[in-house]
């Protein structure tokens, strides 16, 4: 008994709880001893707020005492089991979601909020020496970690690609069939995590706050946290939001060690913040009847005035529209976001319409909301269907659709706005800071990323059918953002895409879309070559500013290259700084994407291995130039999937300008 007095207070002294005694429970956190950083904090009412509106932000709160988890001298692992009640509250749409952790240490300070979670970046998500486990409960859908959906609970081992993971929903008594919960609606909901020493088994179990522990867990697997946790660690909660944003609460938290955590006393718990008005009182409703005739009469004014103000904001709105209402947009709230569009929130004009800054007054988020005009009623349902499919795209090169509204003939689109504006702000026109090499580079893989994701990473094929630099925006780190899908257009994989009026602008429009009228994933990656070739370049696909022989810049950079210094091309901002290997494939990739012939152009996937080294470009070799056509070899890989013949050459279309000028939009 001495010798047990003597272990518990040397481990109280080196600052370890040990396993053998460790169990609490927090019905609410008023008195609660947590370690704190990011934008975590405990409010007067006793929750633990993770995150807030503040966009791009982490929060964590740990134990502030290190727990033993292994037993000693054979350092095998404790069983562990905790409950806690957590709630997410969107602000506009679901952000990122939260996790249960447990880490090596109480301060994870070398993370990034998103897409991350706060638990790693991009330089430790999936390494073995993070020793770190995490449950998440994650609201955002992100490809690069294999997501399944956007609404899913995740078990992680020392990286954000789950060993497993389902859709949020528990599985009532005596029944097989999920029941689905949704993470970020707002209300509350408990979690159960259970790991057994002895039989290495992970159980994680959901189910709604008022609602007994289901029998049957959401995720069970088998899996020895032994080499996972060291011998010490911290246990706690991270958050993170990115450009949309949700507050993370959790209400209350029981842990034990060895053992079962004790229930929370859900009574105990502390409320949620209220979300939207609030309800009026009793003694407006019982003084209402009693008003003076006074009041009638400026009720009757105030009447007159709201109706007048009704007529004003009034828009059309079919029945085919409510099914897309979580994605409409009042016109009002977009009439008082950008001041009533004002002409000092315009941020630029283009053939399809104006875009306008604006701030939402409900979520203060910062939006741009461009008006396009539609010509006619006919097809008007499809449309507005392709554009609240566009909303769901999610992919950290897109810029976020928002949603839509419809008024008066106009179509306004909602975007999330991008602090830094777009790429050919930083290109053309002597621009006061102009890109680098290496943050051109980037955003070109940026936006060949996100170019793939559509083409073959969603649901349906989206075909962008305007990729230029003017509608690529930058974030606030100078992160490509590929925008301005109004003229996006869907089809299911496998099929074949309609024919459609041209659209698009000159320079960037494929040879094959005037003759067919049909936009294809082959159109945009011509699109895409001439976008190369203008961030390497600095120049516009079409510049009457300069010799005649060189308005064309495909035309330029191809004589360029046939003069043995295709490095001739290249921006005069960028000085000596950069990688030549880097710019030569830039600009070499430029002229293949932008061949003539369709199938002789490389997929979006096929570009960007090139670009990631991961697959070595060909090299170009010159065969023949004449005053009407430019002709380059060397990717039979490419040439043989539209030729019976090896030696057919690649026609590049860059010297046809009189097809590229007499492109119309």
């Not at 502030?64 to 709630?87: D, E, Y």
């Not at 993370?248 to 229930?263: C, D, E, H, K, T």
């Not at 005053?627 to 060397?634: D, E, M, R």
């Amino acid at each position: 008994m001495f010798f047990k007095i003597v272990a518990l207070i040397m481990a109280a002294l080196f600052g370890l709880v040990t396993s053998e005694d460790l169990g609490f429970t927090c019905n609410g956190f008023n008195r609660a001893n947590l370690t704190l950083d990011g934008i975590a904090q405990l409010t007067s009412k006793g929750l633990l707020q993770l995150t807030n509106t503040s966009r791009l932000q982490k929060g964590h709160a740990f134990y502030p005492t290190p727990i033993n988890f292994k037993n000693l001298p054979n350092g095998s692992n404790f069983s562990f089991s905790t409950t806690f009640v957590f709630a997410i509250v969107p602000s506009v749409l679901p952000g990122h979601g939260m996790a249960f952790v447990i880490a090596p240490v109480g301060g994870l300070v070398d993370t990034l909020p998103s897409p991350f979670l706060g638990l790693f970046n991009d330089n430790t998500t999936g390494e073995a020496t993070n020793h770190i486990f995490a449950v998440e409960f994650d609201t955002l859908q992100n490809r690069e970690f294999n997501d399944i959906d956007g609404n899913h609970v995740g078990i992680d081992i020392n990286g954000l690609k789950s060993v497993d993971s389902k859709p949020a929903g528990y599985y009532a008594s005596n029944s097989v069939k999920l029941n689905n919960m949704t993470l970020a609606s707002g209300q509350p909901m408990q979690a159960w995590v259970d790991y057994n020493g002895v039989a290495k088994q992970i159980n994680v179990t959901l189910a709604p706050m008022n609602m007994a522990k289901p029998n049957v867990p959401l995720l069970s697997i088998s899996y020895d946290l032994s080499p996972i946790l060291n011998k010490t660690m911290f246990i706690g909660f991270s958050g993170s939001t990115g450009s949309v944003v949700s507050s993370q609460y959790v209400l209350g938290w029981s842990f034990r060690m060895n053992g079962i955590a004790q229930g929370l006393d859900l009574a105990r718990l502390p409320k949620l913040p209220r979300v939207g008005p609030k309800k009026q009182s009793k003694l407006l409703l019982i003084a209402l009847p009693l008003i003076s005739a006074v009041v009638v009469v400026i009720a009757f004014s105030v009447l007159i005035y709201y109706v007048g103000r009704k007529r004003k904001f009034a828009e059309l709105l079919e029945d085919w529209e409510l099914e897309y209402g979580p994605h409409r947009f009042k016109y009002k709230d977009l009439y008082f976001a950008t001041k009533g569009f004002a002409s000092n929130e315009l941020l630029g004009c283009g053939g399809f319409g104006r875009v306008y800054r604006g701030i939402l007054p409900n979520s203060a988020l910062e939006i741009a909301v461009k008006k396009v005009s539609h010509e006619s009623k006919q097809g008007l349902r499809e449309f507005v269907a392709e554009i609240v499919s566009i909303g769901r795209l999610r992919h950290r090169n897109l810029v976020p659709l928002l949603g839509y509204c419809r008024r008066k003939g106009e179509l306004l689109l909602v975007y999330e706005c991008m602090p830094n504006g777009s790429l050919d702000k930083f290109l053309y026109d002597k621009p006061r800071c102009a890109l680098n090499w290496n943050q051109r580079f980037r955003v070109i893989k940026g936006v060949a990323s996100a170019l793939v994701y559509l083409h073959e990473e969603w649901e349906q094929v989206v075909i962008h059918r305007d990729v230029k630099a003017s509608n690529v925006l930058l974030d606030s780190e100078l992160n490509a953002k590929l925008g301005d899908f109004g003229l996006a257009r869907l089809y299911d994989h496998g099929s074949d895409p309609l024919t459609t009026h041209v659209v698009g602008t000159v320079g960037y429009l494929a040879p094959e879309q005037t003759r067919t009228g049909k936009a294809t994933t082959c159109s945009d990656v011509y699109g895409f070559g001439a976008f190369l070739l203008e961030v390497a370049c600095g120049r516009r696909p079409i510049d009457p500013r300069v010799a005649d022989e060189d308005i064309v810049l495909v035309d330029y950079v191809f004589s360029c290259w046939t003069r043995g210094d295709i490095l001739e091309a290249i921006d005069q901002n960028l000085g000596n700084d950069y990688v030549k290997e880097e710019v030569e494939l830039v600009l070499k990739l430029g002229l293949v994407c932008s061949q003539t012939e369709p199938a002789a152009r490389p997929s979006m996937r096929q570009v960007l291995l090139y670009l990631e080294n991961d697959l070595p470009l060909p090299e170009l070799s010159l065969m023949q130039t004449s005053n009407t056509s430019l002709t380059l070899v060397g990717f039979d890989h490419f040439a043989m999937s539209y030729s019976s013949s090896a030696d057919q050459p690649l026609s590049c279309p860059c010297s046809v300008t009189n097809s590229i000028l007499s492109s119309g939009r």
